[in-house]
């Protein structure tokens, strides 16, 4: 039988352990660093995590005492829908609030490219000319009308001695 030795290079040996640390700094390695920094971010989101769990009851106990009431002293119609032979006398209906209050209607623009059939709602923009003291009450009365969903925006100027109070309202329109 014949024996077959084996023979070291050691140059091949020393090739073979820089494949070894080439592929552990290549490859291994910035695998690593890239762990320790999603592990980093892990720890300050489950302490901002913490923090938020100790301070839930105190923002819940901020938010009821900060919620809104209604006030028992403005009135809240039960809401109706305006049908259409009252859309008709859009305008009469605002000139009687406008005269209820001591102010004037100068004008009405319904939005038409506003309407939306699927909810029934119709953008009016109302102007009156009036006295500053008229305001409140003008925007009590409106608000206390059935047909009125909200009113989106005021735009007060002024008119020499009176006042110019502009009104987008939507009103429920079916």
Do not use: W
């Not at 640390?21 to 892990?42: C, E, H, K, S, T």
């Not at 901002?48 to 901020?62: E, G, H, M, N, Y």
């Amino acid at each position: 039988m014949m024996e077959i030795k084996k023979q070291s290079n050691p140059i091949l040996v020393i090739l073979c352990a820089l494949g070894v640390v080439a592929f552990l700094l290549l490859v291994i390695y910035p695998n690593y660093a890239r762990l320790n920094d999603i592990d980093g971010q892990i720890a300050a989101l489950k302490d901002d995590i913490a923090v938020r769990q100790s301070l839930a009851p105190i923002f819940k106990t901020l938010i009821e005492k900060a919620r809104v009431k209604p006030s028992e002293h403005l009135i809240a119609p039960t809401p109706s829908s305006l049908d259409r032979n009252d859309a008709v006398r859009l305008s009469l209906i605002f000139k009687d609030i406008a005269a209820a209050v001591n102010m004037r209607l100068d004008s009405i623009t319904p939005d038409s490219q506003a309407y939306d059939r699927d909810s029934g709602r119709l953008l009016v923009d109302v102007v009156f000319t009036g006295g500053y003291s008229d305001i409140q009450a003008l925007i009590n009365t409106i608000a206390a009308t059935a047909f009125v969903e909200e009113i989106h925006g005021i735009d007060i100027r002024c008119a020499g001695a009176k006042k110019r109070i502009g009104l987008s309202i939507a009103l429920f329109y079916g």
